[in-house]
């Protein structure tokens, strides 16, 4: 007994799947967004946006040395990073809400390993052929015209990695002018390692990880299975429809009523990317792409031509309600409080780019010393002030003081004063300064302790906005 506990692995050997190509309307489905959400990865770095002053006119550019992101006519700024928060937990409601309405749908359909895995089946079924002609040449020996086909096959393989990572720089730089270095070679070294690197990733999981990715790699795999309830959309299939299995046709013409419409040929197993047997029950290595309908939905459309009675549809997009003879139902806790988040999170990011103003000013006073005073008997305070101009041209910006009678500013770094001794300060596009500013008070008109005061921040032009920023002045008591 303890040896052939010793001899038990804990891990499950891998073998090579052979899905069969299965066309259908789920395949066709899959065949038409591959080909939306491909088109759209390779294609966007090249199209052209124009954009008003000496802006890049790449449509979509993360311009990560001037720490820009161009998306159309909106820009992103480093301050504004926290967007990116906001578009990740939006990105996460929705995935939790389409899982909780129809199970991994996006795994089938849009995840990206699945695209790209479906389209290294395609080079594959083209160079190789079907699935039994893949398993053929896998297990016979190694002639001059299998190492043509696999040298071939894998060469194409890794053209679709190259690309693959090309175009993801893309996004990074201008990229037809990062094209024509990479093509004469003086391109930098962190864009040929980031390409090298994704063409290398892209090549080993679509090419031999595969289903391997989707079962063991994904961490979604696992807990999306949380997000499960019995109104959820799955794949199934119908035991009471399908039991008790026959394959011999006499036997199912003889005795209709004895069997299921199942003829346990398999073929839904050998369609399945991730190689289950749907007919066991859900699992969470299904990504709901639904090849198995279509296999299942075409020999049963072979058995009504065979002269028996039309048969049902023995797979399908179900829940574990509608098996049961209810209604599911689409609205609920779960599915609300997912939409629920989605709106606010949604129309926080709407509200922000509303109330958008093309400027901010931040104030940080100096506390060394809290006050300072002066030989003519007026009170000082020093502040640090921020201003940035989020605008596509150069700004002037002038900045008042309200909340304090009497008071003057100054600064060392201004461009120059106002008509009422206000200073202001010329910003360049894209640009945060700070600078220092010297407020000072007469005694005599002034209160003890600390004071709330209000700076303003105004653009000469009216594109550049305005900004305000709280603060303090301090008094001795």
Not at 8 to 21: A, G, H, I
Not at 54 to 78: C, E, G, H, S, T
Not at 245 to 254: G, M
Request: aromatic share 12%.
């Amino acid at each position: 007994m303890s040896g052939a506990a010793e001899n038990e692995s804990l891990y499950q050997d891998w073998k090579k799947l052979y899905p069969r190509y299965q066309k259908g309307f789920f395949r066709s489905i899959r065949w038409a967004l591959l080909v939306i959400t491909l088109g759209i990865y390779y294609l966007l770095p090249m199209l052209r946006w124009e954009r008003a002053g000496n802006l890049p006119d790449q449509a979509v550019l993360f311009d990560l040395p001037a720490r820009k992101f161009y998306i159309f006519d909106l820009i992103i700024w480093p301050q504004e990073i926290f967007l990116l928060s906001m578009l990740l937990f939006l990105a996460a409601i929705a995935l939790f809400f389409v899982t909780s309405l129809a199970g991994r749908v996006f795994c089938g359909y849009f995840c990206f390993q699945t695209v790209w895995t479906d389209l290294f089946l395609l080079v594959e079924k083209l160079f190789e052929g079907n699935r039994k002609k893949r398993m053929k040449l896998d297990e016979g020996p190694w002639t001059a015209h299998k190492w043509a086909i696999k040298i071939a096959k894998h060469a194409t393989w890794m053209l679709i990695g190259v690309l693959t990572g090309g175009v993801f720089v893309f996004y990074f730089a201008d990229a037809p002018t990062l094209m024509g270095q990479f093509i004469d070679g003086t391109a930098p070294f962190p864009a040929w390692f980031t390409m090298g690197f994704l063409a290398l990733t892209t090549y080993t999981m679509a090419g031999f990880a595969r289903e391997q990715v989707c079962i063991y790699m994904c961490p979604y795999a696992r807990f999306q299975g949380a997000m499960f309830d019995e109104d959820t959309i799955i794949i199934a299939y119908h035991n009471e429809l399908g039991e008790p299995r026959e394959s011999n046709r006499r036997v199912r013409q003889e005795n209709p009523d004895q069997v299921g419409w199942c003829i346990d040929c398999n073929e839904c197993v050998t369609v399945c990317p991730t190689g289950i047997d749907i007919r066991d029950g859900q699992q969470y290595q299904c990504i709901t792409c639904g090849m198995c309908i279509d296999a299942c939905d075409d020999v049963m459309a072979s058995l009504a031509k065979e002269g028996e009675a039309t048969p049902p549809r023995l797979i399908r997009y179900t829940s574990l309600v509608e098996i049961k003879g209810k209604k599911p139902r689409f609205l609920r806790t779960r599915t609300l409080v997912y939409l629920a988040l989605m709106a606010i999170g949604i129309g926080a990011m709407a509200g922000y780019f509303m109330l958008r103003e093309p400027t901010h000013l931040n104030v940080i006073k100096h506390r060394q010393p809290v006050y300072i005073m002066q030989s003519d008997g007026g009170v000082q305070n020093n502040y640090t002030i921020r201003i940035l101009n989020m605008t596509t041209d150069t700004q002037r910006y002038t900045v008042s003081l309200t909340g304090l009678e009497g008071v003057s500013l100054k600064s060392d770094t201004a461009d120059g004063y106002d008509g009422q001794g206000n200073p202001y300060f010329d910003v360049g596009s894209g640009k945060v300064v700070p600078h220092k500013l010297f407020v000072k008070q007469p005694r005599k008109l002034g209160k003890p302790g600390a004071q709330e005061i209000v700076f303003t921040m105004k653009a000469a032009d009216a594109s550049g906005g305005s900004s305000s920023y709280n603060s303090v002045f301090m008094r001795p008591e």
